[in-house]
């Protein structure tokens, strides 16, 4: 077994012992020996009355290199140890201060207590003032809390009171008042200088007041030197409190006690330890069962805001205890319930994979950033707190364009908030499943809000519908399933004539999510992922197309005179031979193209088999969808987000904002949820709606700038209060 550096240590040290050859064992070491061993022993030279500082002075860079780096002899300074390791029986400046004299030797007893000593006694000799400059420069190293803090010296201190010969130049004083000095405080005079002595005198002075007293003595005799009142008090505060970096506070200090003192004949009283020791009214038994019937009163649906009203509104009203305080604030409602055993619980969901960053999203996404680039100079803008619309200057002939953004949602009867207050271990029982719910399609925007008339409009008007909200209740036994037919029914005979009669003479620009649902395609347009390899088949007959450079014009559907397939889909085989891409070995779909969860995106794959080369064709892809159609016809603009990028679409904001009203008022209730969802819609103000489009635009401009992923949130909430986001975030992103 291997041996430890403590055992190999061990018997390096038992090699360099000297034994007694007698006796066989180790020789005893002497002082000097265990001096070289110990942790860290000062030296006396620290002490001595030559030494300005307290370190021990080591060329560092040699002991480095000599491999003595971590030898506790070659540290510079007082390590930052333990109290016990400093002033224990064996602690360091125990060891220091072995051979040096006892601190009641460096002050003169007397007999009688009573007695005090007169200040003429005191010598003034050169040898004395040294003595006591060194006692000085000793027992003011430290400001009294650190006295009260070191218990060593506090030993020395009887009841708290210091026992000190007072050391005055009376040649400072010789000429008092003949210079400037009486100048900086009026008030100033021998018989203050006087009082000042005698108080001093006094032994049984308490420590902090004789350091207080002493600094102002100093700082009269500092004026009377011709310095200024800074100048002045802060040499003061480096005599008696040693303070090198914190001079000027410490003489601010020194400035306010000398007037303190001059007109009042006192020292300023201290508050420390004087303040209203409080207690939190949640102590209180009748606020805690206050609380707690309120929390049973909820069934486990507290929230901070909720209980944070009921105490101000009721509870403390009720306690009479209240004083001057009329109302706790947020955080003091979190800081409460944590006290009454309550912590926030979360509702846990599974884990969301998408495609935000996908080649063929980023491909589309830049397509859909400069497309809505040319619709936006011709929007109105909303700027300031109260997003006040602005119109462009629109050049002759334009027309102004409004963004218009629809989206689906659902809402659930047993939808209720993911975070509640409960007892830890307690979790508010919920009814399992999602319930019955009501689907909601709905336009939302910028100028108005949700798409719909106001009463005047409806009384002028009265054949177009009143709004475009459609509901919808889900379900093989309700009213089915949304579908694209559902969708454009709603486009076509409600949006489009209400925003024409809200908007005339203005262009709608219709912005979609990217599904199937809103993508489908005409039942005769150019889909091959509806064609067969050969003719005739389920496929749909397709209309006729061009293609090629010269548009070359082809049928999909065989002539009525052919001889073997007349009237029948011609099928992908047939297509590619007429265009001439067609090549021994295709199939109809390979692997990577075949399946939902199986199918592989890579845009490089262009001719793997019949179907990636059809859906790649220029005709095929420019095929529009049912729903852009439709609204292209009657004069209007479509466009889809791209995929997974819901913070596109102020809308989706526009639901989390609803679904907070509901959770809010949510009680399981079939019934309630069809009247609270109405509610909930109504719920948002145009000025929150317009803000929530605000950040729309931002992630745009933002995403132009090609800034992703979390440095583009970090750049959306930086300009909050900004439609677009300066170049500026460049450096303060650093890319």
């Not at 891409?581 to 793997?608: F, M, P």
């Not at 088999?609 to 009657?634: A, G, H, V, Y």
């Amino acid at each position: 077994m291997p041996l430890t550096k403590s055992q190999i240590a061990q018997r390096k040290n038992s090699k360099n012992r000297p034994k007694n050859l007698s006796t066989g064992q180790f020789e005893k070491k002497n002082k000097a020996s265990d001096s070289s061993n110990s942790d860290f022993i000062l030296s006396d030279e620290i002490y001595s009355s030559d030494s300005d500082v307290d370190i021990i002075h080591i060329d560092a860079e040699v002991a480095i290199k000599q491999g003595k780096r971590n030898n506790p002899e070659n540290k510079i300074g007082i390590p930052r140890t333990t109290k016990y390791r400093k002033y224990g029986p064996s602690g360091e400046f125990t060891k220091a201060a072995k051979n040096t004299k006892k601190i009641e030797q460096f002050f003169k007893k007397s007999g009688n207590k009573d007695k005090l000593i007169n200040i003429d006694e005191i010598s003034n000799n050169e040898k004395d003032m040294n003595e006591s400059d060194e006692f000085s420069d000793d027992i003011n190293n430290k400001e009294i809390g650190d006295l009260e803090k070191d218990n060593n010296i506090a030993n020395e201190i009887n009841d708290g009171i210091l026992d000190i010969d007072v050391n005055i130049n009376h040649s400072d004083l010789d000429n008092f008042g003949s210079s400037s000095g009486e100048e900086n405080l009026g008030l100033i005079n021998k018989t203050n200088l006087d009082k000042l002595e005698n108080i001093l005198k006094n032994k049984k002075l308490p420590a902090s007041e004789y350091f207080q007293y002493l600094a102002i003595y100093k700082y009269f005799v500092n004026l009377n030197k011709d310095l200024g009142k800074m100048e002045a008090s802060n040499n003061a505060a480096k005599e008696v409190y040693n303070k090198d970096n914190k001079g000027s506070y410490k003489g601010t200090c020194i400035r306010k006690w000398a007037m303190y003192w001059l007109k009042n004949g006192a020292l300023p009283k201290t508050m420390q330890g004087c303040h209203q020791k409080t207690k939190s009214l949640i102590d209180d038994e009748d606020v805690i069962n206050g609380s707690l019937e309120f929390i049973r009163q909820n069934g486990g649906k507290t929230m901070p805001l909720e209980y944070k009203n009921f105490v101000n509104s009721k509870l403390l009203a009720e306690m009479e205890i209240l004083g001057n305080k009329k109302s706790i604030s947020d955080n003091t409602s979190h800081v409460w319930l944590r006290k009454l055993g309550l912590v926030p619980q979360s509702k846990k969901k599974g884990i969301y994979y998408d495609g935000h960053e996908r080649e063929d999203v980023v491909a589309y996404r830049k397509i859909f950033l400069e497309r809505m680039k040319e619709f936006e100079q011709y929007m109105p803008k909303f700027v300031g707190d109260e997003m006040i619309q602005i119109n462009p200057e629109l050049p002759n002939g334009q027309k102004l364009y409004i963004f218009i953004a629809h989206d689906e949602s659902l809402f659930y009867s047993n939808d209720d908030r993911p975070t509640m207050w409960a007892p830890l271990g307690e979790p508010p029982l919920r009814k399992k499943g999602q319930g019955k719910s009501i689907m909601v399609s709905e336009f939302l925007l910028e100028t108005i809000g949700c798409l719909k008339l106001t009463p005047e409009q409806e009384l002028a008007n009265p054949n177009i519908p009143k709004e475009a909200r459609k509901f919808l209740k889900p379900g093989k036994n309700e009213e089915g399933w949304w579908t694209a037919e559902h969708l454009l029914d709603q486009v076509i005979n409600y949006a489009i004539p209400i925003f024409e009669t809200i908007h005339p003479g203005t262009i709608a620009v219709f912005a979609f999510d990217n599904s199937t649902n809103h993508g489908s395609l005409p039942k005769d347009g150019l889909n091959a992922a509806h064609m067969n390899a050969k003719p005739g088949g389920k496929q749909p007959c397709m209309r006729s197309t061009f293609y090629g450079l010269n548009n070359t014009p082809q049928e999909m559907v065989f002539p009525a005179n052919h001889p073997t397939h007349p009237n029948l889909p011609k099928g992908m085989c047939q297509i590619l031979k007429e265009r001439g891409l067609w090549s021994d070995g295709l199939v109809a779909d390979c692997k990577l193209c075949k399946g939902k969860n199986t199918k592989v995106v890579d845009l490089k794959r262009v001719d793997c088999c019949m179907r990636r080369i059809i859906s790649l064709q220029p005709d095929f892809l420019s095929q529009k969808s049912t729903l852009q159609e439709e609204i292209e016809k009657r004069g209007h603009k479509c466009i889809f987000y791209p995929k997974f990028h819901c913070e596109l679409n102020f809308i989706e904001m526009f639901w989390g904002a609803a679904k907070h009203y509901t959770r809010k008022n949510c009680d399981y209730k079939w019934s309630s949820l069809q009247t609270v969802v109405p509610e909930a819609l109504n719920s948002v103000s145009l000025t929150t709606i317009r803000r929530y489009a605000q950040k729309s635009w931002r992630y745009m401009d933002i995403y132009r700038k090609g800034i992703s992923g979390k440095l583009a949130e970090f750049a959306v909430k930086r300009y909050s209060s900004h439609r677009r986001v300066p170049d500026s975030v460049y450096d303060e992103i650093k890319i």
